[in-house]
């Protein structure tokens, strides 16, 4: 695993507990919980995610070495 694996792992951990914090906030109005910033933090972090698993990587076929 690289440095930037672990960096993008790391990202991604902070991303979705921000994303809990947020989520679970009271509004000042007294609504019941969720928030749309919280949801945008679960996005960036699941890309996060898959970034630093290495998920995108590209990965050649054995016929593509084959050539």
Known sequence: MTT???VQLAA????FAGG????RRRAKD????????????????AIFLVLGLGLLDYRPSPSELGQ
């Open 20 to 23: 809990v914090v947020q989520y």
């Open 30 to 45: 007294g609504s019941s919980y969720g928030s749309q910033s919280a949801m945008l933090l679960f996005a960036a972090g």
């Open 4 to 6: 930037t694996q672990i």
């Open 12 to 15: 991604a951990a902070l991303l």
